[in-house]
């Protein structure tokens, strides 16, 4: 299946899950219909890797990004946003500003830094010394114990110098990048309450979709991230819904297919306006 294809298809996942959410909360179709809509967000982050490795502007692209999510705020805080209060809806981003972080991350897992020699290595041991501050600021749960496994490897990674393979001091690199990523983006959370849907685990997909080179382990990576994102335990309908995005991108043909990325752009805020108009329409009708 080709890019416009898959596209199509998480597209109508998408649009299935929102309409279930906004306008069949007490119907028996709404778990089923909620289920098939976990596998759109693991999709649009695996054609996110393949776009920004084929983008000739990555700050264009997030610049986009950015610009198609303060056009979706509205709507998207009046259907998806709409059972929180005022400010929190302000807050609360919508999943193009989870899109535009993604990007801006890849930017810096691509920035070449240099390499580090003699005493220089001591550098290493900067990941090392936040491990304790983090524990201080976030406490102990998932995202802190994430970020300190990440600042350790990415720690040795630097101290190691040129005893490792190339590929152990890649992977240090990587590592620390992007526990400094994350400890960005939950202190800017904790400090403002912005929070970009799918929160810190979206970031730490893309990171790991950085890291791939084929669908193979692209696919691994999704299917992983499903059964962490929606563990079986808590539904096994989510479950399945989400690892379908691992099962339809092992069927791409790396084809693009029709270039109507505008299709896609604009699809997300425009579908959200329908349902917003429907739902106040009902609520409109309902009072009369």
């Given at each position: ?204 997909l893309f990171a790991l979709l950085w890291l791939c080179r084929n669908k193979w382990q692209s696919a ?69």
């Amino acid at each position: 299946m080709s890019a416009f294809v898959l596209k199509l298809l998480a597209l109508l996942s998408m649009v299935v899950d929102h309409t279930a959410a906004v306008l069949l909360y007490a119907s028996p179709l709404y778990d089923p219909l909620r289920a098939f809509g976990r596998m759109a967000f693991l999709v649009y982050a695996f054609f996110l890797a393949e776009g920004f490795r084929h983008t000739r502007s990555a700050p264009r692209y997030a610049l986009r990004l950015a610009v198609m999510g303060l056009i979706s705020t509205i709507p998207y805080c009046f259907t998806i946003n709409k059972y929180f209060d005022f400010w929190t809806r302000v807050r609360s981003l919508n999943i193009y500003f989870t899109l535009a972080w993604g990007v801006v991350l890849m930017l810096l897992l691509r920035w070449d830094t240099p390499h580090l020699r003699g005493w220089k290595r001591l550098a290493g041991l900067a990941p090392l010394a936040l491990i304790l501050p983090v524990f201080l600021q976030f406490g102990v749960w998932e995202l802190t114990q994430l970020i300190a496994v990440l600042l350790l490897v990415g720690g040795i990674g630097l101290l190691s110098g040129g005893k490792l393979p190339p590929w152990c001091r890649q992977i240090g690199d990587w590592a620390w990048k992007t526990a400094a990523f994350l400890i960005l983006y939950q202190l800017i959370h904790e400090w403002t309450g912005i929070e970009v849907e799918y929160s810190y685990t979206a970031l730490f997909l893309f990171a790991l979709l950085w890291l791939c080179r084929n669908k193979w382990q692209s696919a691994a990576v999704l299917a992983a991230a499903a059964l962490w994102m929606y563990p079986p335990a808590w539904d096994m309908g989510q479950t399945i819904g989400a690892l379908l995005a691992a099962v339809l991108v092992l069927f791409y043909n790396g084809q693009r297919g029709p270039d109507d990325h505008r299709l896609f752009y604009w699809a997300y805020p425009a579908h959200l306006t329908v349902l917003w108009a429907i739902s106040a329409l009902t609520v409109y009708t309902t009072c009369i």
